[in-house]
């Protein structure tokens, strides 16, 4: 069974950072494609950042410039630095990949609250 499982949400002022990871576990033969998507309330689920297996990646608009996404992987992970955080970021950020096992297949994590607020 393949589980994704993220770290690193919580509270923090506007103009603060932090850094969510996401890190892979179980059977599978590989790791594709991660990214981080967000669900703000009221909103429905958008794609935050993406990076392929070789380093592309690509970002919503309104986060180019204050998130970085990178992976390891050696360590079957992946982060999401944010920085320039805003109150408009505040959501619950889940994790993505596409993970190769008997099928190539999207996994989801259960997420990790991110609050911005003074």
């Known amino acids: 069974q393949v589980q994704l499982v993220e770290s690193g949400g919580g509270l923090v002022q506007p103009g603060g950072s932090l850094r969510l990871s996401c890190a892979a576990s179980?059977?599978?033969?590989?790791?594709?494609?991660m990214g981080w998507y967000r669900r703000a309330p009221g909103k429905q689920r958008e794609l935050v950042a993406h990076i392929t297996t070789v380093g592309r990646t690509n970002y919503e608009n309104s986060v180019k410039g204050r998130f970085t996404i990178s992976r390891d992987n050696a360590k079957n992970t992946v982060y999401l630095q944010m920085n320039s955080l805003k109150p408009e970021d505040t959501a619950v950020y889940y994790c993505?990949?596409?993970?190769?096992?008997?099928?190539?297949?999207?996994?989801w994590g259960q997420g990790t609250q991110v609050t911005v607020s003074s």
């Open positions: 179980g059977s599978f033969s590989s790791i594709q494609a």
């Open positions: 993505h990949a596409v993970i190769s096992r008997t099928l190539t297949a999207d996994y």
